[in-house]
């Protein structure tokens, strides 16, 4: 089936930032222009280190003082990125603890997805550019993931102990999910899913509720069990 016409990029909502954790002023500049050349155009191979030094407005010898190669300059903005998104979604915690299950996971879903899709550079950055690189940013692509299914598990864990989903081990579905996750909201960004932002979040929330509680599974089910290490 051919693909729908490319759309322009969507986005969630403003862009949201934190503060920076870069050391050095050089560094933060560096990593900001590599949001625009890396995220939008010419991407991250056709980008190279006089190019990211003039949008930076520094030198290629102080871009030397403060990275080796330019994988170092996309391995920070990876981390930088995930970093804004995991810190939306800790924000979303104290606002979400007193709710039902699947009004929190709402809550929670919705924080990362609005944060994500707030620039569609960071869409690139986190689910295009990072891919393919070599065996170390895939390890850093791989860790990162890893966390954030330690994050899904922790709150599955949760939700199990206070008797609202199954128990059980989590590991494998979380991973799962974060795949969902990561192409449909790609997807949305580039404009190839025609729904709003609100559609794809209550369809992801739909699908991590069934991962939580299967149609086996009733509440009154034990409420113990290792689900994540």
């Known amino acids: 089936m051919p693909r729908p016409p490319r759309r322009p990029p969507r986005t969630g909502g403003t ?8 050391p050095g002023t050089c560094a933060t500049t560096r990593v900001d222009a590599a949001l625009q050349l890396f995220g939008d155009a010419p991407g991250y191979r056709a980008t190279t280190v006089a190019a ?44 979400a603890k007193p709710l039902s299950l699947v009004e929190r996971v709402t809550v929670l879903f919705r924080a990362y997805a609005r944060d994500v899709t707030s620039d569609p550079r960071r869409i690139r950055v986190a689910f295009v550019e990072i891919i393919g690189v070599s065996p170390r940013l895939e390890d850093q692509r791989l860790a990162r993931r890893a966390r954030w299914v330690e994050l899904i598990c922790g709150e599955a864990d949760a939700a199990v102990a206070r008797g609202d989903a199954a128990p059980r081990d989590y590991r494998l579905a979380a991973t799962a999910f974060i795949g969902s996750v990561n192409g449909l909201l790609h997807d949305w960004s580039a404009g190839w899913v025609d729904a709003t932002l609100d559609d794809v979040v209550e369809e992801l929330v739909r ?21 994540c290490p």
């Open 207 to 227: 699908l991590l509720v069934g991962m939580l509680r299967p149609e086996d599974w009733t509440s009154g089910g034990a409420r113990q069990g290792v689900n």
């Open 15 to 22: 862009t949201r930032s934190r503060p920076r954790t870069t």
């Open 52 to 95: 990211l030094s003039q949008a930076a407005g520094l030198s290629t010898r102080q871009f030397y003082e403060e990275f080796h190669t330019l994988e170092d300059v996309l391995a920070a903005l990876h981390l930088e990125v995930n970093g804004w998104a995991e810190e939306a979604v800790r924000d979303a915690f104290a606002e």
